[in-house]
């Protein structure tokens, strides 16, 4: 593993940046150093910018990959905690038929905030780190984390699910700050 400490975080995008709105190529050569090291790079970006997730497209590398890394925080106080994980060429398997409403962020779109419909519980596949392929379940939080990441992997920014405008508010209008 990269010593993280020499690396420097990248800068995220924002939103209009024609990244974010490819579709990601799949990661054909998981532990290549170049894919190793994207890893590092999106880990020291997610832990600098204070998100719980990061997505390849948003540091301007379209690639099927992104983090996830729940834990409490300024921006998700409740936030369930979890060890960073790398999701590589992920897939929803399937999904419950219920769906919830709740806030959602971005760090390619700042200081916004939209309450938006996801699946409560989804089984997905992955790959990690090392290659080793996962089928896992997820849901509440983490499912939303998930859903909200493999968007970005398809060129979607929770600003398009939102089901209203009147479901998008500034950080500093927001109702649950």
């Known amino acids: 593993m990269t010593n993280s400490i020499s690396i420097k975080p990248s800068k995220v995008i924002q939103l209009g940046h024609s990244t974010l709105r490819k579709v990601a190529a799949p990661v054909e050569n ?13 880990l020291v970006t997610v832990k600098n910018a204070g998100g ?9 590398v379209s690639q099927r990959i992104f983090i996830m890394c729940s834990k409490p925080n300024n921006r998700y106080p409740d936030a369930p905690l979890m060890e960073p994980t790398a999701i590589i060429n992920p897939k929803i398997l399937s999904k419950s038929t219920d769906t919830e409403k709740d806030w959602e962020g971005c760090l390619s ?3 916004i905030r939209g309450l938006v419909p996801r699946y409560r519980s989804i089984q997905v596949e992955y790959y990690d780190k090392e290659g080793v392929k996962h089928n896992s379940h997820y ?18 920014t929770f600003v398009d699910r939102v089901e209203s405008t009147r479901d998008l508010f500034s950080e500093e209008e927001w109702p649950n700050k």
């Open 139 to 156: 849901s509440g939080f983490i499912a939303r984390i998930f859903q909200h990441e493999l968007d970005h992997l398809d060129g979607i």
């Open 30 to 42: 998981i532990t290549h150093n170049t894919t190793q090291q994207l890893i590092e790079n999106m």
């Open 52 to 60: 719980v997730g990061i997505a390849a497209p948003q540091i301007n």
């Open 109 to 111: 779109v700042p200081a």
